[in-house]
């Protein structure tokens, strides 16, 4: 490129010149202005010329070998020794321990016609280990939630799913806690681990749910495998995160006093960044049910099949019983979770009286539970949930009328809103990208790389326009760029009012954090069909699905962070005659900078995870080639490759929205 | 405080003996009547593909297979490429509705041996170029598609850049389209809905609202009884003409769907392979149970029962 392009300092010390720094500030917007000026004269001249377009139907040489290399894996399958001695073993591990929890709660054990503990058994053990590691509030949560799966009619689908789930998310925590505290403690790690992390997250499941059934065989294993590789990443990232967040002033004491290297991990930095490592936790089990209609894919059995049944024939009442289910399981596990790390900090302020009366009270807790147990393992009113689940067909015809309400009522408005953003915001834009000659965008992206991250996430960049090419997919990734952009921008939007709005008041985060793990676990496929009859099948719609997905994770740890801000702070600001409005802007958000930025990196993942269900609304690009490739054998090699090109792009603005941030802190 | 405790204790004790005298009907009690005539058929690995018509062929032979035959059988979900790939690991005996797929048969018919064909399930597939009722009233030469070009105007959105739309479906569903387009000239651009949900919500949106929609569709099909959607008529079909997929200008062949299964279940002598195996019934039989399935929204079971208890005869030459 022509442009000028300022030699980014890496110095990192701390006060750098100042007019320096002044000058800087000044020059980037120019420089990103004729960054801009540039690429549209090129764009006017050179419109159309070397695009790299493949049609739906065309391969390139790449995607055929892919191809013959996965049928050579199906074809050696039972001679390979791989397969015999590793993960023909694994797969038997990891089955045992599903079929084992499945017998226990959800499917027939034996020569029984009921699993080994029904019901009340199942509700008993709910709410007697919510009590014990949490409170009695969330103990009465959790009865109620359970008792809700079987009003619903869904009992034995609830358990089915929640078999599933433990499963995954135990599997997970065991690989991914250990690997979070080794990310936290030694940067090389971290740096080698980031990459994997973000395929792992970013990676379409689609492109490897074929393979996982090809390598563990059809049924628990494969479900499990598949909800872990999805579901460990949030616990190691912030795990990483909370290690490195505890104060190094903190570190320091313990050290100077002869704490070892073990003792300090155990006494000083495991205990202090608890809070923040259960929000993993809980993401990575809002991961996991979020996995829950995706491994449906794959036989996995509980509530995913029946949402994904019902939508064969469109009938969201149906499925949106079923998504509740899993929305309400969430919500109780979250709950539970949190209430448990809480637990510690409100022990030790209690008055001691309760302390006395908390161990005969588990006692007799446990007793009684043991009593439900056995009922429920005896006797038939117990064990198989009475009655025909009509609060279920309530919900569901509630459901369906309320989407024919909104869909008879609302799509006048709702399709003005879609042709303004389309026409206005998204067309144009992807007819930059994508009308441009793939060199010149390659090169923006590069120069947008240095300018805002420095020189080293322009290497990244340029490495990553590189590989995109080399999929064979440049066109359809710059549709799915420009879709993305739109909407990751509309997400950091959203999250930043939001998460501001309840950072500052518990009572509105309380009031609103249930929605948004609705959100979150919500299986997309539900409100896919009233989106649809909303919008009809464009980008757009995929645009919303995303932006309802992708603003939860956003809003929830801007708020965290802005909560993170010391009151004295707050306070001083206050007393120094801000208004609310300087406080927010002067104040909590540049201080929250660090959550900011995880945000923005996190916000753009969940965004990026939604362009295969984009797909199948009508976005088109690499979520229909993703979806196409899980369909069609021959299209299998290009459908990877579309999930390459979704994590390079996954890649490519992690980095440089890191860089950024880091720059802009530094 | 041990007070309290033994007290807590026995008046739970008390509690729980209390309920169990009076607990009612214990688990193992009435569990001998139902496995009296299994044996000879064990289990029965049935594979369901995602579509509606799809499910109303599985509902009733996993019907008649456990009730008439005695057989375990286990649905599993499954697209069709995997369904097929569990040919090989033993875990699925049967595809009861296959659309062609040239390409899986030559992988696993031909070369890895896995599965055979088992014939016809009597269904005509029937794959082509519709639009909703409405319009093929208002405009009735719509239905040629040489008339299309004139209208191309009315079915652009914001999707179709300038032409006229064409909309998709599932992927995994047969399709020359693009070169339909191409090939016969037309000013329309294919845009992938990208699944059946999403063409069929289109299509009733389109008919509710009146709106311009032209799209790819198939039969037999549930929402054919919902919304009658009229096939636009591509130039005949004839053999060969859809050799060369870059070259096709003509309409879609009729596709005798067919039955698959396992070639280890084809030799295992099972009575469930020979009801797969007589599994014929018409594109009307499998209407109904759909309908019974997507619009009454009936359990598989329950459209299964219904279905077979009027259509005894039927169901006797695929068992006798």
Known sequence: MTVAIEKPEKTEAAEPVAPVKAARRISRPMVLGAILVVWLVLFAVLRGKQTLTLAAADLTDLHRWINDFNDSIG??????PLFLYFFNEIRLVIDNLVTFIQHLISQPSGARPVPEIGWLGVVGIAGYVSWAVGNWRVALLAVAGFTFFGLQGLWQESMDTLSLTLSAVFVALLFAIPLGVCAGLSDRFNRIATPFLDFMQ??????YLAPLTLFFLIGGASATI????????PT????????RNVSKTTVEAADSLGATRRQSLLKVLLPMSKRTVVMGVNQTIMAALAMVTIAALINAPGLGPVVLQSLQSLDVGTAF????????????LDRVTTAAAAREEHARNAKHDFAKWRRPLLGAGAAVTAVLIYLSHTYLWAADFPGDGTVGSHIASAADSATNWAQDSLSGVTNAIRDVITNGLLNPFQTLVTDSPWWLVGAVLV?????????????TTAVCVGLLVGTGLWSDAMTTLAS?????VLVMALGIVFGVWMGRSMMVDRLIRPTLDAAQVMPPFVYLVPFLALFGPTRFTAIVAAIVYGAPVAMKIIADGIRAVPETTVEAATSAGCNTWQIITKVQLPMSRSALTLATNQGLIYVLSMVVVGGLVGAGALGYDVVAGFSQGQLYGKGLAAGLAIVLLGVMFDRITQAAARRAGA | MARHWRAGAAGLAVLGLTLTACGGAKVGDSSSAGSGSSGKCGTFNLAVNPWVGYEADAAVVAYVAQHNLGCTVTKKNLKEEIAWQGFGTGEVDAVLENWGHADLVKKYITQQKTAVDAGPTGNKGIIGWYVPPWLAKAHPDILDYKNLNKYASKFKTSESGGKGQLLDGDPSYVTNDEALVKNLKLDFKVVYAGSETALIQAFRTAEKNKQWVIGYFYEPQWFMSEVPLKKVSLPAYKTGCDAEAAKVACDYPVYNLNKIVSAKFAKSGSPAYNLVKNFNW??????EVAKYIAQDKMTDDAAAKKWVEANKDKVDAWIK
């Not at chain 1, 970013?202 to 492109?207: D, L, S």
């Not at chain 1, 598949?226 to 990443?233: E, F, H, M, S």
């Not at chain 2, 018409?282 to 209407?287: I, P, R, S, V, Y």
């Open chain 1, 202 to 207: 970013t990676m379409p499941t689609f492109v």
């Open chain 1, 75 to 80: 074809a050696n399958r039972n001679s390979n």
């Open chain 2, 282 to 287: 018409t594109n009307d039989d499998q209407n």
């Open chain 1, 321 to 332: 019983n079923a998504g509740l289910a899993i929305v309400v399981m969430a919500i109780v």
């Open chain 1, 236 to 243: 190691i990232r912030i795990t990483a995160h909370a290690i």
């Open chain 1, 484 to 488: 993305t952009l739109v909407a990751t």
């Open chain 1, 226 to 233: 598949a909800t872990v590789i999805y579901a460990a990443p």
């Open chain 1, 447 to 459: 120069a947008l790389g240095v300018v805002l991250g420095g020189w080293k996430s322009g290497v």
